[in-house]
């Protein structure tokens, strides 16, 4: 590395460079590109641009960018870079989508993961609901409620109603005690045994 060890020259532009301006390279006997960051990304975007023209296909109008920014592929904003994941691996050494889409992709994996559900689908029960929690009625459907023994999903709820569900285990018995309990009806087991108790018919 020229300059010491903080700084390496890139093959590229030529330009003794900080070493965090390279990416990493594990096959390299210093561990980092022979390119800097810089050089990567305008060889990449040369290359991905002949390659769509070969192809036939359009090619995205490179968007002016400030320093401190990337453009988001996804939802096409130039964002600051405090709004990006780290990536080591990256040539620019951040992801390729910002975090706020990275959050939107991780619920569509969240819903179709664990309910079998797009968000299209998601979106059409709250309107089928009115946009508010199948029982309370009240608060905003916010949280897909599903059988845990079935997965069948059974509606979206507020949270202190899918959160009541699962303290209840889901127990339909559990459920209507409280309800009576709540209307002045106390149902009081009585001991039958030590451990065994009977409930009023």
């Known amino acids: ?7 390496k020259r890139c093959t590229g532009c030529e330009r003794g460079l900080p070493v965090a301006a390279f990416a990493r390279d594990k096959n390299r006997s210093d561990g980092l590109q022979v390119r800097c960051r810089e050089c990567v990304a305008a ?24 320093a401190g920014h990337k453009l988001c592929r996804a939802c096409g904003e130039v964002k600051p870079h405090n709004e990006w994941h780290r990536n080591a691996t990256a040539s620019d050494g951040l992801s390729t989508r910002c975090k706020a889409c990275r959050a939107v992709q991780g619920r569509e994996r969240h819903l179709q993961r664990h309910y079998g559900l797009t968000e299209a689908e998601r979106d059409d029960l709250v309107a089928s609901q009115a946009g508010v929690c199948c029982i ?13 023994k079935t997965g069948r999903v059974r509606g979206v709820l507020c949270f202190s109603c899918n ?15 409280a309800a009576a309990y ?20």
Request: with cysteine; proline share 8%; aromatic share 6%.
């Open 43 to 66: 060889y990449s975007a040369a290359h991905y641009r002949r390659r769509r023209e070969v192809m036939g296909k359009p090619v995205r109008e490179k968007v002016n960018v400030p």
């Open 1 to 7: 590395m020229a300059g010491g060890s903080h700084e």
């Open 163 to 177: 959160a009541a569900l699962g303290q209840f285990k889901d127990r339909p018995d559990a459920i209507r005690r």
């Open 182 to 201: 709540v209307e002045g009806i106390a149902w009081k087991p009585t001991l039958v045994v030590q451990g065994v108790y009977q409930l009023p018919s």
């Open 136 to 148: 309370c009625l009240s608060a905003p459907a916010a949280h897909v409620d599903h059988c845990h």
